[in-house]
Nanobody
Framework: QVQLVESGGGLVQAGGSLRLSCAAS????????MGWFRQPPGKEREFVAA????????YYKDSAKGRFTISRDNAKNTVYLQMNSLKPEDTASYYC?????????????????WGQGTQVTVSS
């Protein structure tokens, strides 16, 4: 069992930055592919970024490439999402997810565990 707790959301002006953190409890964090998703108001949850468990490769939604960076610190059981050059359309609840030995990362059903989310609001 893995519990995920996100933090770092908030209100920021367009062009600003935020760093989201996701702390995982439980053992074997290193064996989990970690993902970030977001859910804008009134819309479905969508993939943002992922980092694989075995080789550390990263994957991004097209609109996040060049602006967002996902990273992980296995010693701290934590995954991060650095978000720069934020836009109003980035406004959403952001969720952390974990998939043990995950080899796919785009769909919500690729993941086994989810956090409760953290709100990011970008003002224009």
């Amino acid at each position: 069992q893995v519990q995920l707790v996100e933090s770092g959301g908030g209100l920021v002006q367009a062009g600003g930055s935020l760093r989201l953190s996701c702390a995982a409890s439980g053992r074997a964090f290193t064996f989990y592919t970690m993902g970030w998703f977001r859910q804008p108001p009134g819309k479905e949850r969508e993939f943002v970024a992922a980092i694989s468990w075995n080789d550390g490769n990263t994957y991004y939604k097209d609109s996040a490439k060049g602006r967002f960076t996902i990273s992980r610190d296995n010693a701290k059981n934590t995954v991060y999402l650095q978000m720069n050059s934020l836009k109003p359309e980035d406004t959403a609840s952001y969720y952390c997810a974990a998939a043990k030995y995950g080899t796919r990362w785009i769909r919500t059903y690729d993941y086994d565990y989810w956090g409760q989310g953290t709100q990011v609001t970008v003002s224009s």
